[in-house]
């Protein structure tokens, strides 16, 4: 995925980051980006998201 967040999740290796709610554009999620949130795994859809993943702007991956 294309950041780190949350103490560098991708500098540890972290596939799937836990989710965090953005605070506003300088931290929301890229398109391509990847998190878990409630059990699932998610792929972020758009550039400057700061929606829920399961509310609006994420894709649900099947491997989750």
Known sequence: FSRTRGGGAAERGEAWPVWSQPT??????SA?????HNGKHW?????????EP???GWTE???G
């Open 43 to 51: 792929t972020s859809d758009a550039d400057g998201n700061v929606w």
């Open 24 to 29: 506003g554009a300088h931290d929301a999620y």
């Open 61 to 63: 991956n099947a491997d």
């Open 32 to 36: 391509g980006d990847r998190v878990s």
């Open 54 to 56: 399961g509310v609006y």
